[in-house]
């Protein structure tokens, strides 16, 4: 397997797991970190041995934002022209869900990170903010979009613009995480919810990725008939005739994931 210097990437069976691993930096995301990350998830995501994701952090970060140390002599002409962060774009279009396994600080970019996977669960001691106001800027990723549509205008504004950090259990009420658990059991929480879903046919899972995420693109109208297509389009897997045959047999089904 590649050799990456800000991360580590394992296999867990049918799980992709990549831990962004400067602890020294609190996961700070530089441009290698974001690089290997990518690489590593798209690899993953080209599998066929892998059915979903986990991507996770230490105790202490999921990721404490951009490098801050890395950015801060930026100039305009430059990022634009290098389309500076557009990878990260990448990591949204992975076909395979995603499991974002959160404790510690997930703040700016790194609470952006987590909001382009598909699950997130936190540690009770996830804390989840968008600080970059404090920083003279604003967030780069997607943060101001996925937020507000997460939790709503309301606090997603008072949050971006005070920089104020919100704990597990809020960051759970407003609906930006699926479930809380505790801190010393996020990672095996997060692979056996990844081992779930991996276990499943893997074009249903791709189509109900895409299908749920199909909801915060279009209206809804043009969303059910997205999702009418693609349920059509179910009945040519094998898989399906094989979840079928097994509910009618009461016995478990064996996807061949094609
Ligand atoms: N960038 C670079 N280094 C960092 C970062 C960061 N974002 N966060 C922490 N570090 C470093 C510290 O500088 C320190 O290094 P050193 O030991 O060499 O001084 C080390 O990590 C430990 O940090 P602290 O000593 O500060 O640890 P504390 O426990 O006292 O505090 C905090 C933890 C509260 C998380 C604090 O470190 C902090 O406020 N960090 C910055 C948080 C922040 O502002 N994040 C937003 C960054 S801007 C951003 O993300 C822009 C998003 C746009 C695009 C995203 C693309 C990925």
Known sequence: ???YETILVERRGRVGLITLNRPKALNALNTRLMTEVVAAAKDFDRDPEIGCLVITGSEKAFAAG???KEMQDNRFPEVYLDDWLGPWDELGRLRKPVVAAVAGY???GGCELAMLCDILLAADT???GQPEIKLGVIPGIGGSQRLTRAIGKAKAMELCLTGRMMGAEEAERAGLVSRIV???DLLTEALA???KVAAMSAPAAVMMKESVNRAFETTLAEGVRFER???HAAFATADQKEGMAAFAEKRK???QNR
């Open 1 to 3: 397997m590649t050799e």
């Open 66 to 68: 951009a490098d801050i």
């Open 106 to 108: 997930a703040l700016g």
């Open 126 to 128: 996830a804390q989840f």
């Open 182 to 184: 505790p801190a010393a």
């Open 193 to 195: 919810t990844a081992e």
């Open 229 to 231: 297509r693609l349920f």
């Open 253 to 255: 089904p064996s996807f």
